[in-house]
C-alpha cells in the first residue's frame, strides 16, 4: 500500500533519510540550515537557479528519478554555458499532501545518482508542504577562474554562432511524451524512444565548460527555443543575427519526424527544453573552439554569426529566402 | 480594473519591470541566467534557503510588500544566526495564474525596499507559473571570515543559553491575523497590533552577528518554536540543557494575553516564526557576548545552560518542577 506522505514521514525524517546522504562537506550533513563552502582560490562564485513545476515543466506522473535529473540537469545546463564549474547546490521542495513516501524516496535516490555522476552534491534547502504541485527549486552553486564568466550579452558582431548537439528533440519528445500527435505513427519506435529521452533526461553540456570560457565571447543554454534565445541573446548583446535554418543540427529521429510532418521543423527550433549550448565564439577563435570541442567529445555546429544592428535575428532557407516563425520563443506563460 | 497576471506581464516584462531595478552588479541587470560574485577575500561563502508558500507560511491575502519582505527576512534570520553578513540573494517565484499584476508589482516594491535596507541585492532567480499556490524560494548568499561559521551543533556543555529579543510574539500574533480566538477580547488594541507586527514583519537580528561570530560556539535562528529548535540544537550538539521557563523573555504584549489566558505560554514557548537568535555561548565569554550585545542595541536573556547527556532538553518553572509540553516543536507538515 502506498502511503501518503503525510501519514508517513515529518520534515526532519525526509531530511535525514532522503536527502542527508546527498550532502557534501558544505551541507554538514544537513544538521544545520546553512551551508559554507570555501571559495576557490582565484575563481568567482557563480550562481543560477531555476524552478520546475509539476504540470508546467513536467509530467506529475513522470518516473520521480527523471523528475529530480531533470531539475538539476536543467541547472548545470546553465552553469556548463557559463564557462564554469558545478560545485554544488541548494533544493527547495514543496510537496503536496497526497504525494507518497515512496515518490520523495525514489526522487531523491535520482537526485543522489546526479549529484554523485556529476560531482555535485547537495549544499542545503529546505522542504515545505504545499496545497499545489511539486514544485523543486534549485540553486546551482558553482565557480569560474576569475573574471572568466562568459555572459549572455557577450556577442559581438562578426562572431560565428555555434550550438551544440542537436536542436528541438526535446521539443518533439514532449508530443511523444503526451502520445497524441498524428505524426507519432508515421515515425518508428526507435526514434520515438530517442526524442522521449531526450526530453526526460536531459544532457547538460558540462564537456564544453572549458572550451567555452577559454574561446566565446557570449553564451547561453537553449532552454526555451533556440529562435527566441537567439534573439534573447542578440537583444541583450545589442546586435543581430543571420542563420541558415540548414545548417541547424537535427538528429537522425528529428529529421525522420520533420520528412514525414515538415511543419515539426518549426516547432523543433522553437519549442523548448534542449538544454543545448549556444555560444558566439570570435572568428579568429573559431578554430580553437572547432578543436577544443573535438578534443571534448562534443558535437558543435556553426550555424550562423552575429552582425551589428538591433533588428530581430533573420533566419534563412536554402534558397535564401527569409523565414519568420510566429512563435519565436516558448514562454510557460 | 484588476488585470490578472497571464493577461498582463509575460515572463520577461515581470522581469525587466518588476526585478531587475532590485539587482546588484552580481545580477548583471538580469540579462543573464546566472550572477556571478567575487568573494570577499579570506571569506567563506555561506548559503541558506527557506521556501514560503501561500497558506502554509502566510496567509494569501496579506499585503504582497510584507509577504515579500517576509519571505527575505526569515533568510537573512538565518544568515543572522550563523554570524555571516549577508550578499545578496536568488529568488525563485512560481506565480499562481489568476494572480494580479498589481500583487507582483507591489511584492516586487516590499522586496525592494527589504534589498536596499538589508544591503541584500537581488542577485537573480526564476519566475514560473504554477496552478497552485504562490511560492518563494529564497537563496540567500552571505559570507564569514573564513572558518568562522557558527554552526547549529557546536554547543558544548557548560554553555550559557541565550535568546535575542522576546518569544512568542509572532505564534500569538498569528491568533490576531486569523481573528477567531477568545484570548483576543481581553487584550487591548496595541498589544494586538504589535503581536500581529511581529507575525507579519520579522526582523532578522542582523546586529548581533559579529557578536555571535565572536563569541557563540553554537547559534541558530528561532523560526519552529523555542523549545522544539532547542531540542534540535541539543541533539545535533549530542548534548541537553536545562531551561528556566520564568527567564525566557517575553514582550509586554504577550505577558498581557498569557496574564488572561495562562495556556498561552506554551504556545508562545513551542510557537513558530520568531526568527530570534537561540545562540551557545561560553561561560567564560559571556560577560564579552553581553557587552557587545548591548553594544549592538540588542536585547539578550539567559534562559539556561547546556549540559553532558542525550536527553531531551528540561524546563523548570519558578517552583522548580520540571514541565513537559505536548508539541514540542511547531512543524509545517
Redesign the interface.
Known amino acids: 500500500m502506498t502511503q501518503h ?2 501519514q508517513h514521514l ?2 526532519d525524517e525526509i531530511i535525514a533519510q532522503c536527502f542527508a546522504p546527498l550532502a557534501g562537506p558544505e551541507g ?1 550533513g544537513l ?9 576557490p582560490p582565484g ?11 509539476a ?3 513536467f509530467f506529475p506522473d513522470d518516473d520521480p528519478r527523471d523528475i529530480a535529473r531533470k531539475a538539476l540537469r536543467v541547472n548545470l545546463s ?2 556548463a ?2 564557462g ?1 564549474d558545478p560545485l554544488g547546490f ?5 510537496l503536496p499532501d497526497n504525494l507518497s513516501s515512496d515518490f520523495v524516496v525514489a526522487f531523491a535516490k535520482g537526485l543522489g545518482e546526479d549529484a554523485r555522476s556529476f560531482a555535485c552534491p547537495l ?4 522542504t ?6 511539486l ?1 523543486i ?1 534549485i ?1 546551482l ?1 558553482g565557480a ?1 577562474p ?1 573574471g572568466n ?1 562568459v ?3 557577450g556577442a559581438r558582431a562578426g562572431d560565428r554562432l555555434y550550438v551544440t548537439g542537436t536542436i528541438g528533440d526535446a521539443a518533439l519528445g514532449l508530443d511523444v511524451r503526451a502520445g497524441k500527435a498524428a505524426w507519432l505513427r508515421k515515425v518508428d519506435a526507435f526514434a520515438q524512444d530517442f526524442l522521449l529521452d531526450r526530453y526526460l533526461r536531459p544532457q547538460p553540456c558540462l564537456a564544453l565548460r572549458r572550451a567555452v570560457r577559454a574561446e566565446a565571447n557570449g553564451s ?2 537553449v532552454s526555451d527555443g533556440l529562435v527566441g534565445d537567439l534573439a534573447k541573446m542578440m537583444r ?1 548583446s545589442n546586435t543581430t543575427a543571420h542563420v541558415t535554418l540548414a545548417d541547424i543540427p537535427l538528429s537522425d529521429a528529428a529529421s525522420q519526424a520533420i520528412a514525414q510532418s515538415p511543419d515539426l521543423f518549426e516547432r523543433a527550433i522553437t519549442g523548448g527544453d534542449d538544454y543545448e549550448i549556444l555560444a558566439s565564439v570570435p572568428d579568429h577563435r573559431a578554430a580553437m573552439f572547432e578543436a577544443e570541442a573535438k578534443t571534448a567529445g562534443v558535437r558543435i555546429t556553426c550555424i550562423g554569426h552575429v552582425l551589428t544592428g538591433t533588428e530581430a535575428p533573420r533566419f534563412f532557407d536554402a534558397e535564401g529566402n527569409m523565414r519568420e516563425f510566429a512563435h519565436g520563443s516558448f ?3
Open positions: 506522505l503525510s515529518s520534515e554538514m544538521r544545520d540550515d546553512a551551508a559554507v563552502l570555501v571559495p575563481h568567482d562564485i557563480v550562481m543560477t537557479q531555476d524552478a520546475l513545476v504540470g508546467v515543466h546553465d552553469i554555458a557559463k564554469a541548494l533544493l527547495a521542495l514543496s549544499f542545503g534547502g529546505d515545505t508542504r504545499t496545497s499545489g504541485p514544485t527549486a540553486t552553486i569560474v576569475h564568466l555572459a549572455r550579452f547561453m543554454d541583450v514562454s510557460h506563460f
